[in-house]
């Protein structure tokens, strides 16, 4: 399995588009990794995860071919994560000679609420109700959708892929219900590699409950690793940070070095 983190931002994107902080000047003027397109990524060549604004500029410039995929799994309905205009844009008169004829969409009751409300043609694009708990097929992978501790009227959700490798996808969610954790300890669940909200960074936010930073991480990883689900073989990574986390990518390097987390980027690829 090769998993890419196509963006690796939270809603603002870093540099944010109006915001002069600190921390957008900085990485202006640095640019490379600590350039952050909003959070998207990709399994394989066609497996895509969540459709955010900067789809079109993802592909463009990381080789990206959309008319091979042949599924997207979608989080949730949030602006940053699901444009479902988008998908009209997989039809006739706007594209031809696609490898895959339909694209399978597989997404909770508030994505596939956003995306019926702009109707794409159902030729080229199928939509799947999925409900938490309950596995389904893509392709060689059997995925199951688990409730994300995020925005609980649109049904958010994290992912649990498994084929020949194990990942945890987990964007857009605050610390795992006590539902998620039991339910990946008694499937026996053993990860290869999990992806973690860290928005935050290290700082507190009292107000912000969907979402993590550092410490909490490391809390979930303790619990992970106490059930047996994480091992010493799991690799750890983090991703969707905001630019109110006041962090450039090697402050977050240095933050978890001890921990031996990935301080993900955008384009950077994991071979599983």
Request: hydrophobic residues 40%; charged residues 20%; proline residues 4%.
């Amino acid at each position: 399995m090769k998993f890419t983190f196509l963006g690796t931002a939270s809603c603002e994107g870093i540099p944010a588009l109006f915001c002069n902080c600190p921390r957008c000047a900085a990485a202006r003027a640095l640019g490379g990794k600590n350039i952050r397109t909003r959070t998207q990524a990709l399994i394989d060549d066609d497996i895509l995860i969540d459709l955010p604004p900067d789809t079109l500029y993802h592909f463009q410039t990381q080789g990206i071919e959309g008319h091979k995929l042949r599924h997207l799994l979608l989080t949730h309905s949030h602006s940053d994560h699901l444009i479902p205009k988008e998908l009209h844009n997989r039809g006739p008169g706007r594209c031809s000679n696609m490898e895959i004829d339909v694209l399978h969409v597989w997404c909770s009751k508030g994505s596939y609420d956003a995306i019926q409300a702009v109707a794409p043609r159902e030729d080229y694009v199928k939509l799947h109700l999925i409900k938490p708990f309950e596995p389904f097929s893509v392709g060689k992978y059997q995925v199951t959708a688990l409730p994300a501790n995020h925005h609980k009227g649109d049904e958010a959700v994290i992912y649990l892929i498994v084929g020949e490798k194990t990942v945890l996808y987990a964007l857009d969610s605050g610390y795992f219900y006590d539902e998620v954790f039991d339910y990946l300890a008694a499937h026996n669940v053993k990860l290869d590699l999990a992806v973690y909200d860290c928005s935050l960074v290290e700082r507190a936010w009292p107000h912000i409950i969907g979402h993590m930073g550092v410490h909490r991480i490391r809390k979930v990883v303790e619990k992970l690793r106490a059930l047996g689900v994480a091992t010493e073989k799991t690799v750890h990574s983090i991703s969707h940070f905001s630019h109110n986390g006041e962090a450039l990518h090697a402050d977050i390097e240095a933050l978890v070095k001890d921990d031996g987390y990935l301080v993900s980027y955008d384009g950077c690829a994991v071979d599983l």
